[in-house]
């Protein structure tokens, strides 16, 4: 089965802090994404990577960026935390191209609050 | 630009009747594929089934199975013999199929509450 783990389920922090979300999947896949989730608004793409060290921006990037330094592992950071990032974030990955029927596959979410 | 429309924000259903999620999309592609998830309360999104645009026959996975209209660009989900367990959120996304990134476009979801 395909794991994708996210480090917190749940996280409280401060405003202008620096926030980082882990992600790290065990399935050797080149596609990772971060989402963000809010009622009524569904998810929304923030970043996404499809190489070690390549990212693209998604619909929703300001105030985030990501790194991707090993294959398995994305992560996700807020420069400067602020209240309007209290959210739900969801990381997923899938593999890459020829296999386009194939879903992405989700760790099971982080709600950040920030205060 | 691609869009994923649920117009239904909830819905109730009688424990062991059938259930039909609603789901339209718009895209000027050719090459694309559907996907619903459902997201339990514990919040871990789990992928239910796929349709893909030249699948000529609807998707079925066990107790899912997806009415696909393409003409209309609907791709309903249908739960039949519904259970307790089936009460989630559940969002219908489409992926353009020509896209190397294989990006995900999600719907704004719908509730589903199964009565006992």
């Known amino acids: 089965d395909v794991k994708v783990t996210q480090s917190s389920r749940y996280l409280v922090k401060r405003t202008g802090e620096k926030v980082f979300l882990e992600c790290v999947q065990d399935?050797?896949?080149?596609?990772m994404f971060w989402y963000r989730q809010d009622p009524g608004l569904g998810l929304r793409l923030i970043y996404f990577?499809?190489?070690?060290?390549?990212?693209e921006k998604g619909d929703i990037p300001e105030g985030y960026s990501v790194s991707r330094e090993k294959k398995e592992r994305f992560s996700l950071i807020l420069e400067s935390a602020s209240t309007n990032q209290t959210s739900m974030y969801l990381c997923?990955?899938?593999?890459?191209?020829?296999?386009?029927?194939?879903?992405?596959?989700f760790g099971d979410g982080t709600r950040l609050s920030i205060l | 630009a691609q869009k994923i429309t649920q117009t239904q924000p909830g819905m109730f259903v009688q424990e062991k009747e059938a259930v039909t999620l609603d789901c339209t999309y718009d895209t000027s592609d050719q090459s694309y594929g559907l996907f619903w998830y459902k997201q339990p309360s514990s919040g871990e999104m789990i992928f239910l089934i796929y349709q893909g645009s030249y699948d000529e026959q609807n998707a079925t996975e066990g107790r899912y199975s997806l009415n696909f209209q393409k003409a209309r660009k609907s791709a309903n989900l249908v739960i039949s013999a519904s259970q307790l367990g089936d009460s989630a959120m559940y969002f219908c996304?489409?992926?353009?199929?020509?896209?190397?990134?294989?990006?995900?476009?999600f719907g704004s979801g719908t509730r589903l509450l199964v009565r006992p």
């Open positions: 990577s499809y190489d070690v060290k390549m990212k």
């Open positions: 399935m050797d896949h080149e596609n």
């Open positions: 997923a990955s899938s593999p890459g191209t020829g296999v386009s029927n194939q879903p992405q596959h």
């Open positions: 996304a489409m992926r353009d199929q020509m896209d190397s990134s294989y990006k995900l476009i």
